[in-house]
């Protein structure tokens, strides 16, 4: 036992120094007792009875916004009057809770969130192994392509619906991965937007022609109506941060106001990078809620809607800008009248909302380097595989045996030892190269990697990503502060808690408004939207109820 506090002490010192969440929960199981501190988790009502029927909302609206950090609540708090300042100030707001593994991605994040399970259980692990599905074109726009099929076991509506087969959800958002992701392999209804024709959109996995409604909505031409139109901060002064940042946008159009093209074809191409993006998302959600009658029967439906903009933004002008800071403010006011509409059309009583953030982002190195004197840097890792894909090729050997992805480098030993290599000695090889590069800050042998995720944040949050079939066989961690590839101004995907820290915030009648700073993370969402749907997961999660923000009855 004195042991085990030991390793926890070091695990916190050195979760300090890397600016990572303590673990909690991962000791408190192993060490056989929860440990004394606040931060543990709630202990789980032995005899608590699923709520009765007459207490379970009929529906349940999930709100995702996209590299959503938890801490812009409080930047930007004295300026939130909509949506955001409404479920902040009446929610149960978790404001430490994470997306708690280590490729803070969009498509692995959107999997976590209404699954409960980290990307090791649900295999959706990087972005481009994410949705792309040739074998399921996207209807009027057969180029593109995208359904759920790496995704595995269920989500919250499947759970909900092996209770009561008539609950139904609808799932939208501007990028198809976050609005297929929260609902996982359900065949629900799913859209998402086509930049090349300004339309909403499924794929074949899911139907075959789109329905009245969305032709209906699609025939409005909303994203159309937004050609030609400027875009200037809401708010005439209350901007702390300097407009003009030649580091953002890679040194083009950085200062307001920034304008859609005159051409329709070209600004429907350009309005995900635009506020108005969230509020045609939210527009086609009210539409689809309307159209499909959802929330109105006594079985619990599912709305989730993911927005995607405040992404866009963070990644062309990054967390520091101006531009940042206007987004957020113009989401609040678009998700209050969204809330407004919601609120006049369904019953307040029968409602519940939860809002997460399926990852975070990293303070703009240019920018937190001037401010701090920190070194920062961008690296790029993916020049070294470069000479072993070269010498496998040269050998006639498959270079995918050896490949490497978002800080991963998989290994298909058989492949490379009937081709006579020796994978160790590949993967050692590999490792000295990669640590020579300024800004790598470790490469770990996968495993390390499951030896040390007890007591050391970074190990845990790669554990929590890597499924034991992928053939990992070492992963590599840059510094804190410095980013990985891309030319993006703002770049997320480490396992930093800058990355990782998002809001996990619940609404409505069964939850105990107020601030908790508990470790928590998102894979608790699913668990605690199925407790108060009276819902039982059909499977092993990997997140637990968070019981101290439901009400006891
Ligand atoms: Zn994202």
New binding site residues.
């Given amino acids: 036992m004195r042991r085990f506090f030991r390793a926890t002490i070091r695990a916190t010192i050195r979760a300090t120094i890397l600016g990572l969440a303590p673990l909690v929960l991962a000791c408190a199981s192993t060490a056989g007792g929860a440990p004394e501190s606040s931060t543990a988790a709630a202990a789980a009502p032995a005899s608590r009875a699923l709520p009765p029927a007459e207490s379970v909302p009929t529906l349940v609206v999930f709100i995702t916004i ?2 959503m950090r938890a801490d812009y609540f409080d930047r930007f708090a004295s300026q939130l009057t909509g949506g955001l300042a409404r479920l902040d100030r009446g929610g149960a707001f978790f404001t430490n809770a994470f997306q708690d593994h280590a490729i803070t ?2 498509a692995p ?2 999997a976590t969130t209404l699954s409960g399970r980290f990307p090791r259980h649900t295999g959706i692990v990087i972005n481009s192994a994410g949705v792309q599905d040739p074998q399921s074109p996207v209807i009027g726009a057969p180029s593109l392509n995208a359904s759920p099929f790496r995704f595995r076991g269920g989500t919250l509506i499947d759970w909900i619906r092996i209770k009561d087969p008539r609950s139904r959800a609808l799932s939208v958002s501007r ?1 198809d991965r ?1 609005a297929i992701l929260p609902v996982g392999r359900a065949h629900q209804n799913v859209y998402w937007y086509d930049p090349t024709s300004g339309r909403f959109s499924t794929s074949t996995y899911y139907a075959d022609t789109l329905p009245e409604w969305v032709r209906a909505f699609n025939a409005r031409r909303i994203p159309q109506s937004y050609t030609g139109k400027s875009w200037s901060t809401l708010l005439a002064s209350g901007y702390p941060e300097p407009d003009s940042q030649p580091v953002e946008n890679q040194g083009k159009d950085f200062t307001f106001p920034h304008v859609l093209p005159a051409d329709t074809a070209e600004a429907v191409r350009s309005l995900p990078d635009f506020p108005w993006m969230d509020e045609v998302t939210l527009q086609m959600a009210l539409t689809g809620l309307r159209a499909l009658d959802l929330g109105r029967g006594s079985q619990t439906d599912l709305l989730a809607v993911s927005l ?1 903009t405040t ?1 866009a933004v963070g990644h062309r002008y990054g967390t520091d800008s101006r531009e940042l800071h206007d987004q957020v403010l113009r989401l609040d006011r678009s998700l209050g009248a969204f809330l407004d509409t919601l609120y006049s059309i369904r019953d307040s009583a029968k409602i519940v909302i939860a809002l997460t953030g ?2 975070g982002v990293a303070p703009t190195p240019e920018v937190y380097a001037a401010r701090t004197g920190i070194t920062t840097r961008r690296v790029r890792t993916s020049n070294v595989i470069k000479p072993f894909t070269e010498a496998l090729t040269a050998r006639g050997v498959d270079p995918s045996a050896f490949r490497y992805a978002e800080g991963m480098l998989i290994v298909e030993r058989e492949v490379l030892e009937r081709a006579g290599f020796d994978p160790d000695s590949l993967v050692d090889a590999f490792a000295r190269e990669v640590k020579k590069i300024p800004g790598v800050l470790r490469a770990d042998r996968y495993p390390a990697i499951v030896r040390d995720s007890l007591a050391d944040p970074i190990a845990r949050r790669w554990y929590h990503q890597i499924p034991d079939d992928l053939p990992v066989a070492l992963v590599v961690t840059l510094d804190k502060y410095s980013v990985g590839s891309g030319n993006a101004t703002g770049i ?1 995907g480490s396992p930093y808690d800058y990355d990782a820290n998002v809001p996990v915030l619940f609404y409505g009648p069964p939850f105990i408004p107020g601030r908790y700073t508990r470790f928590a993370r998102v894979a608790d969402l699913a668990p605690t939207l199925a407790w108060v749907t009276a819902t039982r997961p059909t499977e092993k999660l990997d997140g637990d109820v968070l019981w101290e923000a439901i009400r006891a009855r």
Avoid: I, N, P, R
Wanted: charged content about 40%; overall charge negative.
């Fill in positions: 996209d590299q991605e969009t994040g959107h990028k976050a995607s992404d399926d990852h997320h």
